[in-house]
């Protein structure tokens, strides 16, 4: 098994920022694509920000410039700096991760989720 534990998210005024971080532990072998996913009341869950194993990343065209991801691999972690948050990027962040484990296993992993509210 596979756990993931979010932290990072909370309160913040338009235009301030906020770091976000997902650690995986548990029976890893390797991690290949680590993401950001947001989910606001009412809409589906869409992708925010992916990062590969070799470091390319994929973004929302709603947070080019202002939304950078990265990871530490000898971590396993991968973070999301949010900057010029607006309003709009309320929601709820899911970090997933694609695990493969002791048993060469591809599969992916959901963090619990954490609370982003973009609010003066």
């Known amino acids: 098994q596979v756990q993931l534990v979010e932290s990072g998210g909370g309160l913040v005024q338009p235009g301030g920022s906020l770091r976000l971080s997902c650690a995986a532990s548990?029976?890893?072998?390797?991690?290949?694509?680590m993401g950001w996913y947001r989910q606001a009341p009412g809409k589906q869950r869409e992708l925010v920000a992916a990062?590969?194993?070799?470091?390319?990343?994929n973004y929302a065209d709603s947070v080019k410039g202002r939304f950078t991801i990265s990871r530490d691999n000898s971590k396993n972690t991968v973070y999301l700096q949010m900057n010029s948050l607006k309003p709009e990027d309320t929601a709820v962040y899911y970090c997933?991760?694609?695990?493969?484990?002791?048993?060469?296993?591809?599969?992916?992993?959901w963090g619990q989720g954490t609370q982003v509210t973009v609010s003066s």
């Open positions: 997933k991760v694609d695990v493969i484990d002791r048993l060469r296993l591809l599969r992916g992993y």
């Open positions: 548990g029976s890893i072998f390797s991690i290949d694509t």
């Open positions: 990062i590969t194993s070799g470091g390319s990343t």
